[in-house]
């Protein structure tokens, strides 16, 4: 059986806690010759619920039995039984002897206080041996919420203390103690065993801080005499405002000038038709055309021999009918013809040979 603390679902109710403890005139817990006058005390206290500490149980069961089947089955309890029900917080989960005191028998049933950071293995633990959890807080066990669930679904009212020093002081810092039950063992103990609260160490006083030395006061200021206040100016009075000036007649708009005619076009210059057989044509990129032969342009090469080329490597242009256009380095078109006489350029070529041989035997003889 699991119960979650929701906040705001459940009613601010607690059972009344009853602190019982047994200390000796030294103040410790532990060591008495007559535990048992302890008990005996606590079985005079009606309460529906008994809360250990697991450090309590550890140390009770501390070499403790194996389970046996009889350990896993769930244990049913009847309303009418007047067995108080065992409470004990393990956020830890460091318990494994439940069963042991469990088969003590003098309790009802018995409880797990445990919070969201307990093991899962643990609760796995307590699952398989059908010990219900009540799962409050994050780090540590909030007791708060965890005893407003006991009293909503245990209907528990009244419960009593059985822990050593640490739950109690937990539960006193918390103001969740309503009543104190305490046996006084008339001995001393000593210093081997704990005391039932924790020693504050002793606060010293601060030494005191000398006194600083009077200030004296300042004389005050002989005031000054106001000064006569000085009368006001007398307001000049307000010019005349100016009459309007009559508006001016607007002049009559000019009549705008009539548009010029546009002048006509000239009519573009036409391409001059050039036979480069008689008359050799210069470019206007320096390349000399001597002939045309199939619109491919033969030019001369600065050795004087000639070379048949392509129209557009010289940046001439081939036209519809096979004729050649290009720019002469006088800035005008010039149009070649299609394809030139043969013996013309034979001819042509001749012509150019003989010059360069002229030029070798001129050579030559100087």
């Known amino acids: 059986m699991i119960f979650y603390y929701q906040k705001g679902g459940l009613k601010n109710m607690k059972p009344k806690i009853i602190m019982h403890t047994q200390i000796s005139l030294d103040g410790r817990i532990k060591g008495f ?70 088969n003590l028998g003098y309790l009802k049933e018995i409880v797990i206080l445990v919070s969201t950071a307990t093991p899962k293995e643990y ?90 030395d009077p200030v004296d006061p300042v004389d005050p200021v002989d005031p000054t005499e106001p000064t006569e206040p000085t009368e006001p100016t007398e307001p000049t009075e307000p010019t005349e405002p100016t009459e309007p000036k009559e508006p001016t007649e607007p002049t009559e708009p000019t009549e705008p000038t009539e548009p010029s005619k546009p002048t006509e076009p000239t009519e573009p210059s036409k391409p001059v038709d050039t036979n480069p057989i008689e008359n050799p044509v210069n470019t206007d990129t320096g390349v000399v055309i001597v002939a045309v032969e199939d619109s491919k342009p033969i030019i001369q090469l600065a050795d004087g021999t000639t070379k048949k080329v392509e129209a557009k490597e010289i940046g001439a242009d081939v036209q519809k009918d096979g004729t050649v256009t290009v720019k002469g380095s006088d800035g005008k078109m010039k149009v070649l013809p299609k394809t030139g006489e043969t013996e013309n350029i034979a001819l042509s070529v001749l012509g150019s040979l003989m010059v360069l041989g002229s030029a070798f035997i001129f050579k030559k003889r100087i």
């Not at 005079?44 to 194996?66: C, Q, W």
């Not at 005893?147 to 109690?168: A, N, P």
């Open 33 to 102: 010759d007559n535990p048992e006058v302890y008990y005996q005390v606590a079985g005079g206290i009606h309460s529906d619920a008994v809360l250990f500490g697991s450090n309590t149980v550890f140390t009770a069961f501390e070499k403790y039995p194996a389970e046996t089947e009889a350990d896993f089955e769930k244990i049913i309890t009847s309303p009418e039984d007047p067995r108080p029900i065992g409470v004990i917080p393990d956020s830890r989960g460091i318990l494994r002897s439940l069963h042991c005191l469990r």
């Open 123 to 212: 609760l796995n633990y307590l699952e398989e041996r059908h010990y219900p959890y009540i799962v409050s807080g994050n780090d540590h066990v909030d007791y708060e919420k965890a005893f407003q669930i006991l009293h909503e679904q245990y209907g528990c009212k009244y419960m009593r203390t059985d822990s050593g020093g640490g739950l109690t002081n937990k539960l006193l810092e918390n103001g969740l103690i309503d009543e104190i039950s305490l046996v006084i063992s008339p001995c001393f103990v000593g210093n081997k065993e704990k005391q039932l609260f924790d020693p504050v160490d002793p606060v010293y006083p601060v030494d005191p801080v000398d006194p600083v």
